[in-house]
């Protein structure tokens, strides 16, 4: 599986399809391979595009998690989106990915297109 240097650590990822990305971000206590069942029919007409979270996936660890925060998470889906340089892309996010591209979009709105939101993690 190929991977991407952001931020200083490697991230596996899935890069499929032409046209206009469409970045998909998992929940907690998963990895890239939940968005398996979408991959073929999303690359389709679309650049699938997919990656597993910093300290998610079966990967070992970059370290002892000391920088496990939503800040580390949302400055390496900033670094992924800049490294496609396809921007605006289309944003799915699931559960805490749903939190984690919501942010994206009100801090970086330059870099999405537009959000599809599943069960996110949103606080009050």
């Given at each position: 599986?190929?991977?991407?240097r952001?931020n200083g650590?490697?991230l596996?990822y899935?890069?499929?399809?032409?046209?206009?990305p469409?970045?998909?971000?998992?929940?907690?206590?998963?990895?890239?391979?939940?968005w398996e069942?979408?991959?073929?029919?999303?690359?389709?007409?679309?650049r699938?595009?997919?990656?597993t979270?910093?300290?998610?996936?079966?990967?070992?660890?970059?370290?002892?998690?000391?920088?496990?925060?939503v800040?580390?998470?949302?400055?390496?889906?900033?670094?992924?989106?800049?490294?496609?340089?396809?921007?605006?892309?289309?944003l799915?996010?699931l559960?805490?990915?749903?939190?984690?591209?919501?942010?994206?979009?009100?801090?970086h709105?330059?870099l999405?297109?537009?959000?599809?939101?599943?069960?996110?993690?949103?606080a009050?």
């Amino acid at each position: 599986m190929p991977q991407l240097r952001v931020n200083g650590v490697e991230l596996s990822y899935i890069d499929q399809g032409v046209g206009v990305p469409v970045v998909f971000v998992h929940g907690a206590w998963m990895d890239l391979r939940y968005w398996e069942p979408q991959r073929q029919a999303i690359a389709t007409q679309y650049r699938f595009m997919a990656y597993t979270l910093r300290y998610h996936g079966t990967a070992p660890w970059p370290d002892e998690g000391q920088h496990y925060s939503v800040a580390t998470h949302l400055a390496d889906l900033v670094a992924f989106i800049r490294w496609l340089h396809a921007s605006p892309v289309h944003l799915v996010g699931l559960s805490s990915g749903g939190r984690l591209v919501t942010m994206v979009a009100l801090a970086h709105p330059d870099l999405v297109r537009s959000l599809t939101l599943a069960e996110p993690a949103l606080a009050e």
